[in-house]
């Protein structure tokens, strides 16, 4: 009888990602970006905005990240480069063909005591799911006031 090993998923939001997959399967990768926000009344809090294209380099996959560690601190950004890891392997999956992506961090912000790494596992697929469907996440008024509020704190 053979041993017994207990799995567990890695990315329990990826499943957020079924609401996009025919727009992914009819992606011509263009460039597109979006915006992910995550906020919870318990204090959780992830905001990334990420841009995605086709890499020029027919070899590999690229991460520019153009945040400092006082905008997006090491380890939240080891939570967005899993999800990006994930996300490659994902759309080849659906797609049926490999590709090298190009994924820029154009934007992020993090709260000092209420962020936490899930945070931006969560805000990563959300900005994902923002890249192909804008209608589905929406941020609202109280969002962005939440996101500057956060930025300004950091830039202390």
Known sequence: MGEKTYL???FPNSTELYNINSRIKDWDYSEINGVGFYQKYTGHYGHI???ISKSKDLHSHQLIN???ENQLPTIYLN???NCLNFLISYISGIKGER???KFEIIDGSFHI???KRTDFQVATFYSIIDCFD???RQIS???LEMINNCKELNKK
């Open 8 to 10: 567990r998923n890695d």
């Open 66 to 68: 153009n945040l400092n």
């Open 79 to 81: 939570e967005v480069i």
């Open 134 to 136: 804008k209608s589905i």
């Open 49 to 51: 905005e990420i841009k």
């Open 99 to 101: 590709i090298n992506f």
């Open 113 to 115: 005591t209420e962020s």
């Open 141 to 143: 008024a109280k969002d």
